[in-house]
């Protein structure tokens, strides 16, 4: 069970201090809930490479990476190069108008993306999503978007649902509820979403079927929360059968891309989905978002030449039949600067390959040395990505993670904020290209010391 002894394991006086002072101004004290964790989130003011500094100059192995962003590591110096570079040459932060890098960035993504022929900019992967969305109602006529349990695509109200529901409310399996995790959303709203099984074909099947007349789109991460992968036969089914029923597929990358291959899942799975969104990696730690998919999806989105909502004067039922989608900040060029200087760094010929090994040599680290305690663990993951499950279960959806010991993995990640690694507690691991073998063999050894303080302390209550 987990205790308050374990709650409170990591002391960190100056993060007390400021999560005192922050919830006096922010609600709850931070700007993103995921950033909250209990006792109280640990605040950060410095970072190089692989490491995170508190506000305490205590450092720590970052294994979250902004949630996946930064897999070049922490201010790399050609990233901070090619920033101050692109801001002396351009002379501004931002033009307001077209430039020539948006037309660079959206090339390079075509030529990686199987299922990508062109490419819209937005700030977020919240906002790609929001677009995709959008682009599939039009391009059907029809108005639900189908999601599967323990998908997350960004804080929008019809996809809040069943990210991470309870077993009490989850519903059956095979026709799982939709079950709702935000406050003030319009029931409307909550009509209009319809909820899938993950790695289910013919349960998917089924309800799509159903409702085939109604689903605009069916949106999913190919790698459920980056780690638990498709099974081909189930990614290639629901392709076959989207194309059938006249659903537009979008694969949401946001996680994925870049990340497990340089041109995403849909390129280790070889299929080309309608739409694609992306984020996290292609923005190389700045806010970004794209959109990209078949053309005459996307081209619904171009601006008509008889105006748009914003031309005072201009016939506003002229544009309705365009797909609104604009942003003050949309294909930044500080962004696009970065993103171009990412790719071409995880370009270089031995990069990914050389980031897969260095992740596989931890997880295969990781999984010897819990071995040897007998613990029932394994790692579970893609290219750069992976996550801990503590059992021997196989793992192939979001149920299948009520099988593990969560309470043992809360108490390991608490105790790794103490011995210097850092990870929201029961989040993913992302791994960078400046991840060293030593902060490999750290690593190990900080599991090693916590699961053993997690033993005795757990032998000393039994004796
Ligand atoms: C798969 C997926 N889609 C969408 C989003 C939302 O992206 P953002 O946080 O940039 O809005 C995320 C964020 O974690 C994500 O993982």
């Not at 960035?105 to 990686?112: D, E, V, W």
């Not at 992968?229 to 392709?239: D, I, M, N, V, Y």
């Amino acid at each position: 069970m987990l205790t308050t002894e374990t709650l409170t394991s990591y002391h960190k006086q100056s993060s007390i201090k400021l999560f005192q002072a922050a919830k006096k101004v922010i609600p709850g004290g931070v700007t993103a809930n995921i950033k909250n964790f209990a006792p109280y989130p640990i605040f950060m003011k410095q970072a190089h490479g692989s490491k995170l500094i508190d506000e305490d100059n205590e450092s720590y192995i970052d294994y979250s990476l902004c949630y996946g962003a930064l897999i070049t590591g922490h201010g790399h110096k050609r990233i901070i190069n090619k920033a101050q570079e692109y801001l002396t040459h351009s002379g501004t932060m931002i033009f307001g108008t077209p430039h020539a890098l948006e037309i660079e960035l959206a090339k390079r993504i075509i030529t990686l993306y199987n299922g990508i022929e062109q490419v819209r900019f937005t700030n977020s992967g919240t906002e790609a999503v929001i677009l995709a969305m959008r682009l599939a109602v039009a391009h059907t006529n029809k108005n639900k978007i189908a999601k599967f349990e323990g998908h997350y695509h960004g804080g929008i109200n019809n996809m809040l649902a069943s990210i991470n529901p309870s077993k009490d409310n989850a519903g059956d399996e095979e026709r799982p509820n939709a079950v709702f995790e935000s406050n003030g959303i319009p029931e409307d709203e909550r009509e209009n979403t319809i909820v899938l099984p993950f790695n289910n074909l013919n349960a998917t099947e089924t309800i799509l079927r159903e409702n085939a007349d109604d689903l605009a789109a069916v949106i999913l991460e190919p790698i459920q929360g980056g780690f638990i992968p498709a099974q081909t036969e189930f990614l290639h089914g629901l392709k076959k059968l989207t194309d059938e029923l006249n659903i537009v597929l979008i694969f949401d990358e946001v996680k994925t891309g870049f990340r497990v291959a340089l041109g995403g899942a849909q390129s280790i799975y070889n299929i080309k989905p309608d739409l694609t969104t992306l984020g996290k990696v292609l923005g190389g730690g700045l806010p970004v978002g794209a959109v990209g998919g078949r053309k005459d999806i996307m081209m619904l989105s171009a601006a008509s030449q008889d105006g748009d909502v914003f031309s005072v004067g201009s016939k506003s039922e002229k544009t309705a039949g365009t797909v609104f989608h604009s942003g003050t900040y949309n294909g930044h060029p500080l962004v696009m600067a970065i993103g171009l200087e990412t790719l071409d760094m995880l370009e270089e010929h031995t990069q990914m390959a050389s980031l897969f090994s260095q992740t596989m040599h931890l997880r295969k680290s990781l999984e010897k040395m819990y071995a040897s305690y007998n613990i029932k663990m394994q790692t579970i993951g893609m290219g750069s990505i992976f996550n801990i499950v503590f059992t021997d279960q196989p793992i192939h959806s979001y149920r299948d993670m009520w099988k593990a010991d969560i309470e043992l993995r809360q108490e390991i990640d608490r105790e790794l904020l103490s011995l210097g690694i850092y990870l929201k507690p029961l989040n993913r691991y992302s791994m960078s290209t400046v991840h060293s073998l030593a902060d490999i063999k750290f690593t190990v050894k900080a599991h090693e010391q916590a699961l053993n303080k997690i033993l005795n302390k757990h032998n000393k209550k039994q004796s």
